[in-house]
């Protein structure tokens, strides 16, 4: 809820909003949306279950094909939901034995499921992070496109469009990746193996663990008492130039170490995993400065290294209590009124 929305932005909002839509609609595209509503309507199932099929066969051949498993592994719902959320104790939702019966059965119990159309191959393994292998390998080399990447994963879709033939060209574009890193590895001298595995390590094992929210700076709280913050509050400041400065990544566990608040003073979202660590208002802590440094990524919105990381200035933070103070001195130097006496 957005307090101000009415009195200051609604009529903007509406013109913005009128300049952007019509009353002649587009016949074309209203047909469009009948035939495709006439093909949910009669073929909905049959092609989502395609889709689905489509998804574990590209699962069993990653995790079955000795070449694929030795690079490359497909996270399954164990890997990727905790199990107290998992009340049917499911751990895939395909096995050799069950097919796909159980599924069913995870989506109508558990509290979160594992959409089976969604595939996040693993490429730790690899040695090579998700953003280089979606970009130099999959997209530069085989046009394929990736839908999300994390630091050590791509996810990849499978829709009603997908067809037994672009599954296989998927497999064999990784057959093809697995071959050449094989051929890679075998001309690797002693030193420069103990340099890829230590990079294939710290892929695997030494992931940085995504921070928690911290806290709202008290001069942006909400209500005293709530946690909650006024973002809207601290975004607009952040446009006075002169109550913000940059201070450099490097330098910001230094500044916490000597007890000064850092207070960022906008959105900072490393992609991947593409989500805010920090938002306006918000008290830059030790740990989300530890993550920022742990990841190998270059684009991160809201953040230029060369520059630092922007926050409010301690005047900007105590801009409140200055305010307050003002208003006492000035009631202080206000003449006592005298009481009129009527005749």
């Not at 069993?60 to 000795?66: A, E, T, Y």
């Not at 921070?211 to 400041?237: C, K, M, Q, W, Y």
């Not at 230029?304 to 200055?322: C, M």
């Amino acid at each position: 809820w957005d307090e101000e929305f009415s009195r200051r932005v609604a009529d903007t909002f509406q013109e913005s909003y009128m300049t952007h839509t019509t009353t002649s609609a587009n016949y074309q595209i209203l047909a469009s949306l009948d035939v495709g509503r006439r093909q949910v309507e009669l073929e909905g199932y049959e092609l989502v279950e395609k889709s689905i099929e489509m998804a574990m066969i590209l699962r069993s051949k990653v995790q079955d094909h000795p070449k694929l498993s030795k690079y490359f592994s497909v996270l399954n719902v164990k890997n990727l939901i905790p199990e107290i959320y998992r009340k049917c104790g499911l751990s895939e939702y395909y096995t050799a034995e069950d097919g796909w019966d159980r599924m069913e059965e995870s989506w109508e119990k558990d509290e979160f499921v594992l959409d089976p159309t969604k595939v996040t191959l693993s490429v730790g393994k690899a040695g090579i992070t998700g953003d280089v292998f979606k970009n130099s390998y999959l997209m530069d080399r085989f046009n394929i496109q990736v839908n999300k990447t994390s630091r050590n994963t791509v996810l990849l879709m499978t829709n009603i469009g997908t067809t037994r033939g672009s599954v296989t060209f998927l497999i064999n574009a990784l057959l093809q990746i697995a071959d050449e890193l094989d051929e890679s590895n075998r001309s690797l001298n002693k030193r420069e193996s103990e340099i890829s595995q230590k990079q294939i390590t710290s892929l695997i094992k030494d992931v940085p663990p995504l921070p928690d929210f911290s806290t709202f700076h008290r001069s942006f709280l909400a209500a005293p008492g709530v946690p909650g913050g006024n973002i809207r509050e601290a975004f607009f400041l952040a446009y006075e130039e002169e109550l913000c400065e940059y201070v450099l990544l490097g330098d910001c566990l230094s500044e916490l170490a000597k007890s000064r608040e850092l207070v960022s003073t906008s959105f900072v979202i490393p992609y991947p995993p593409g989500f805010p660590i920090l938002v306006p208002g918000q008290v830059v802590s030790e740990e989300i400065i530890s993550f920022m440094i742990a990841l190998d990524v270059k684009e991160i919105h809201g953040y230029r290294a060369d520059l630092g990381l922007k926050v409010f200035t301690k005047e900007a933070l105590n801009r409140k209590n200055t305010i307050s103070a003002m208003g006492a001195m000035h009631a202080m130097q206000l003449p006592e009124s005298k009481p009129k006496i009527k005749k």
